[in-house]
């Protein structure tokens, strides 16, 4: 071919375009189409797949209620072994975590004057017993947990404090951080003002006598006094004795145990990746739950949804990086099994080329949040494209790989969140009706479909996520 | 005057009408244009009235549950003494009802085999106790009481009875006839299999872990075996265990305790009739509840709109006839005060001109059902169509008197039916969930209002309501 100065121009702007075009590939390296055509069959299959149902079916019915270091722990970490190995994961093994043990034997209340009447109630996580034949003292009313920190030195003295705000019903679940202080910290704040026990109106949106359990935390150097929560309605009952204006006093009559450390295990599946099997996109949720229920939408629904969106990309084509799907252990007592994990991955920690965790029930997936490079935008603009016929759409939230990713993603770790509707979560978070009743089973394979978008994509994609 | 041939076949077709218009007082006696529109205006002062919620408010706040033969038994008669004597009833006073005792201690069930696990159930009422430490047994499964029925002989040898078919949610509350035979008679014919326990799925249509009491009838000369209620996400984890074929056996440890009979009483108050005060129209529901909840639908919400109902009549103007209101005691565990009215009243059954109990909850009244002789056609109508702006049409069904009017209907005391909408009340019914928050201010509201049409005719209109 002779050159011509036309040729040789012509040919310069190939060169700078190509040279643009490689630059491109660095800083914004596109999704495939065929990664997306995957992707998007992945999608329809995932709606009309019934896997994530008969995995949950099979968790909450076999294994049911399963507090972490209790018997139930043990056989639900059996039952992540033998599940991973059912479905066919090519690497499936458990690591030890320690853990503390707590468990409630029984629990009941009463108002003893001016009305007598029992009360439904329900021992806070790691709450310790009440006297033997109860705990009966007057009630000092707090209007919040701000209000309890606001009061004077000793306005509690030998009294039950009681918190009495509602949690709001939102989809963001936001009011759980607002009413939430008074379950995680009251006990310990209460007992500083000279309080001889707790009571809280239940950390949830419902109308039910289904009291919310849940954790709280004591404070070193702090007496550990009696905690429990009383169910929506019994708390609207006190308000309307309390609106009297007449003195209350109130029975409480807790009997908990706590045990030596035990051994608990997160358990681990994996599909190895074909190209890059040292890299890993983490996913995961947590495979205790709280004893109440039977941990159907806390946290079985999670374990369900990424077992059933790995399997359902291990089916259709070996991923190219690994998919590791962690069934953490013990997230409800003090995200333990999270915690191990980090300690436990750290010389892996950039090998975890991207993670999420499924911990917000069972409710659709809303929202797409993200924690990544911005060289990783064309990756996530690729799967908020996919996920659009979901009715997913972006969050500017930053996202924290939620509690058992959360040290994780600290270190390090790009992670994303598959924002899930929390209308009704708190509905029945940590209560005895968290069974599998409440789980909306198009809703779960919303969920699956959504996350076997987002994992395939990270999986096959070329590009690198880390911030 | 002169009386003329014409004057005289004047007076002669005057008086004709005259006789045709005295038949017609008789065979169909229209309701005056001055009692009608004092019915509207009672229907519109109803409609904004707080006094059924403030009457129901302090009903089950100030006593709470008030299971019959229980302190709070004693409380409720106390209570409805005073709020008749508050509310400026002319009469009050209490007449007694011999009551068996009978009251739970505690209750708890366990899957031990193939899956471990707590189940939430409540005893059924009158249910005895189980062996000291609980009942051990395998579960013989039945789709029916009916099923149980036609097993044969010996079927249930050793073994705990399950009866798990669900009711049927419709607004007539149809499904409770369906399926609460399983609750009434399913431990006596269970034991006559040779069971020695009895589980039935609640008989009830909601979807949370709250088991529905109620009575079970043991017979006599038939052994009597425990018998509870396994809320509806218990049994259908019962069922999925059961679905996989192995065998199931069940823990359940009931512990409760029959005592002396003692004695309740019936609360009556009345508003004395200006011009018939021996006539009365009587109504009323039960002050007893169940001892889970708070008996705000069961039956305080009868409470409180029948006597909203009377109290608003009082202050409009003096009814002709009297208004009776009737507390029944103890109708939940055998309809006591209801027989025992029918008892100390029956010499003045035909003074008791027409009678109506409201124990259907607090949903709205959908229709009017009637059992009253023909000739009180006209105030039937002019009832109807006094209550349909609020929605409420015409039934077919006969009028029962419910369950505390009963006995009186039987024995020939005219009444109607204010049918209320079931859609949900068998949600909560007989459960730790029948709380004031499950009442809807504006359908309590909406009953009064028809209930006070019903009442204000049927006090001053002049005709009668025999059958």
């Known amino acids: 071919m002779k050159i011509t100065l036309s040729t040789l121009s012509r040919a310069l702007a190939s060169a700078t375009l190509l040279n643009l075009a490689c630059m491109g590939v660095l800083n914004a390296q596109q999704v495939s189409e065929?990664?997306?055509?995957?992707?998007?069959?992945?999608?329809?299959?995932?709606?009309?797949?019934?896997?994530?149902?008969?995995?949950?079916?099979?968790?909450?019915?076999?294994?049911?209620?399963?507090?972490?270091?209790?018997?139930?722990?043990?056989?639900?970490?059996?039952?992540?072994?033998?599940?991973?190995?059912?479905?066919g994961f090519d690497k499936v093994w458990t690591e030890p975590v320690t853990i503390p043990v707590w468990r409630r034997i029984h629990e009941k209340a009463a108002i003893v004057a001016p009305f007598p009447q029992a009360v439904t109630v329900t021992a806070l996580g790691s709450s310790v017993s009440t006297p033997k034949g109860g705990l009966m003292a007057d009630i000092v009313h707090f209007a919040s947990y701000e209000a309890l920190l606001a009061a004077p030195a000793g306005s509690a003295n030998g009294k039950i404090v009681y918190i009495s705000n509602k949690m709001e019903r939102h989809p963001s679940g936001r009011g759980y951080g607002k009413v939430g202080p008074g379950r995680f910290l009251g006990a310990a704040e209460a007992a500083k003002k000279g309080a001889?026990?707790?009571?809280?109106?239940?950390?949830?949106t419902d109308s039910q006598r289904s009291p919310h359990t849940g954790m709280t935390n004591?404070?070193?150097?702090?007496?550990?006094?009696?905690?429990?929560?009383?169910?929506n309605p019994d708390a609207d009952q006190l308000d309307r004795i309390l609106a009297r204006q007449q003195k209350v006093t109130l029975k409480l009559d807790l009997l908990t145990e706590t045990a030596a450390q035990t051994l608990s295990y997160n358990v681990i599946g994996e599909i190895t990746g074909s190209e890059r099997p040292q890299k890993?996109?983490?996913?995961?949720?947590h495979l205790d739950s709280w004893d109440l229920g039977t941990g159907a939408v806390d946290d079985g629904a999670g374990i369900a949804i990424t077992v059933a969106a790995a399997k359902l990309i291990a089916e259709q084509q070996r991923p190219k990086r690994t998919i590791r799907v962690v069934?953490?252990?013990?997230?409800?007592?003090g995200v333990y099994g999270g915690k191990?994990?980090?300690?436990?991955?750290?010389?892996?920690?950039?090998?975890?080329?991207?993670?999420?965790?499924?911990?917000?029930?069972?409710?659709?997936?809303?929202?797409?949040?993200?924690?990544?490079?911005?060289?990783?935008?064309?990756?996530?603009?690729?799967?908020?494209?996919?996920?659009?016929?979901?009715?997913i759409v972006r969050s500017d939230e930053v996202a924290s790989g939620s509690a058992d990713?959360?040290?994780?993603?600290e270190a390090g770790m790009p992670a994303v969140g598959l924002e899930q509707d929390h209308s009704e979560y708190f509905d029945i978070h940590h209560t005895p009706d968290d069974t599998l009743n409440k789980v909306h089973p198009e809703q779960l394979a919303q969920n699956v479909a959504a996350w076997a978008i987002f994992v395939k994509i990270a999986a096959d994609w070329s590009g690198r996520f880390d911030r």
Chains 1, 2 share one sequence.
């Open 34 to 87: 065929a990664i997306k055509n995957q992707a998007a069959e992945l999608r329809e299959q995932a709606l009309n797949s019934e896997l994530a149902w008969d995995v949950l079916e099979s968790l909450t019915t076999e294994v049911g209620p399963r507090l972490a270091g209790s018997p139930a722990d043990a056989k639900a970490v059996a039952w992540g072994v033998a599940k991973f190995k059912e479905l």
């Open 196 to 204: 001889l026990g707790l009571i809280i109106r239940s950390v949830g």
């Open 218 to 231: 004591y404070q070193d150097g702090v007496v550990k006094i009696p905690a429990a929560a009383l169910s």
């Open 280 to 285: 890993i996109v983490a996913i995961g949720g």
């Open 327 to 333: 069934m953490f252990a013990a997230e409800e007592i």
């Open 340 to 391: 191990q994990y980090a300690l436990d991955h750290h010389s892996e920690l950039s090998n975890h080329i991207i993670g999420a965790e499924s911990d917000g029930g069972a409710g659709s997936v809303l929202a797409l949040s993200s924690n990544i490079g911005q060289q990783a935008l064309p990756a996530l603009d690729a799967m908020l494209a996919l996920m659009a016929p979901l009715g």
């Open 405 to 409: 990713f959360g040290a994780m993603v």
